[in-house]
């Protein structure tokens, strides 16, 4: 599985154009595919490196069969 972590900035961040900036205070989310199917998942942090713990905990999860309906299913960019 690949993942990553990426930062939601908020309109008025001076950072807005990074999405892998870890210098603000936005909300950090994670995404990735699993099963061939993309998604997006809420850190629920702010920080950088918890974002990442969640992460690699998010994937410890899928590995041992974690359902997939607990993601956020991100619309695809292209129709099947």
Known sequence: MDSFVFTRH????????????????CPKWVEG?????????????RVW?????????LEEALSRGLPQT???????RHPP
């Not at 490196?49 to 905990?57: L, P, Y």
């Open 33 to 45: 595919r699993f099963n061939h199917e993309r998604f997006r998942k809420s850190a629920s942090t």
């Open 70 to 76: 607990v993601f956020t299913r991100t619309r695809s």
């Open 49 to 57: 490196g918890e974002a990442e713990q969640f992460r690699e905990k």
């Open 10 to 25: 908020s309109s008025d961040c001076k950072f807005k154009r990074d999405r892998f900036c870890n210098r603000c205070n």
